[in-house]
């Protein structure tokens, strides 16, 4: 099932992905502003969790962004054992992005009743996430299985990036998470390159970013390719 409204960033670490959704929320409370021209303060939002929707606006949609693994109990937990505080198994992790994921679609005020409401829902990360990251550290189906009910997107936006180049760039963090090295990243760059045409086949639309350019080049391909949801044609 195509779930309408419904857009996805994916891309592997330090590709941008979060750096973007801030962007696109201010852009779309402030919709006359160039990507060029605006204040990036007034995209710094907190980096975990749901966020605020945008202000309403005659030129945007409402809209609602987001991202995974939420800020919920489970979402939480989730960020702990990825920095292996607790270290948990893999197949418990895989479990636990699900339950999380599960309940961020259909808990209330979750993105199946926004998107149906007809809200646009804008998250950094969803299902291919788990099929890439937990799909290489389970090193089985269980991912697949774990999902395989779960809305399709309406579009993906997968940011492209050599990882040799996203290294540099994630590398620079205070702390770097269990999935944040390059051996594990260059996995993950492929792992995308074959998960992604089934979302096209199953009917989901994919855009191409080219996430080495300026965050402000990036920022443009991002709009151009929102311009094109049926959403914002009315």
């Given at each position: 099932?195509?779930?309408q409204n419904f ?19 201010a852009r779309l ?15 710094m939002v907190p ?188």
């Amino acid at each position: 099932m195509i779930l309408q409204n419904f857009v996805v960033l994916e891309g592997g670490d330090g590709t941008g992905t979060s750096t973007q959704l801030q962007i696109l929320r201010a852009r779309l409370a402030h919709p006359s502003a160039a990507a060029n021209t605006y204040d990036h303060s007034l995209a710094m939002v907190p980096q975990a969790g749901t966020l605020p929707p945008a202000a309403a606006s005659t030129a945007s949609p409402p809209t609602y962004f987001t991202f995974e693994p939420t800020d919920g109990p489970i979402g939480s937990l989730i960020r702990q054992a990825l920095h292996r505080s607790p270290a948990l198994h893999t197949h418990t992790i895989a479990h636990l992005f699900a339950a999380d994921r599960y309940e961020h679609l259909y808990g209330r005020g979750g993105i199946v009743e926004r998107c149906r409401a007809g809200e646009l829902v804008i998250c950094d990360r969803y299902v291919p996430s788990s099929l890439v990251y937990q799909g290489i550290s389970c090193g089985d189906d269980t991912p697949t299985y774990l999902n395989e009910r779960f809305p399709y997107p309406e579009l993906i936006l997968f940011f492209e990036l050599d990882p040799e180049i996203a290294e540099q760039r994630y590398g620079k963090r205070e702390k770097q998470d269990m999935f944040e090295h390059l051996a594990f990243q260059k996995q993950v760059h492929e792992a995308y390159e074959r998960i992604l045409p089934d979302y096209c086949r199953h009917g989901t639309r994919l855009v191409r970013i080219d996430a080495e350019r300026t965050i402000e080049e990036v920022a443009e391909q991002v709009w151009r390719a929102l311009q094109n949801l049926p959403i914002f044609k009315g």
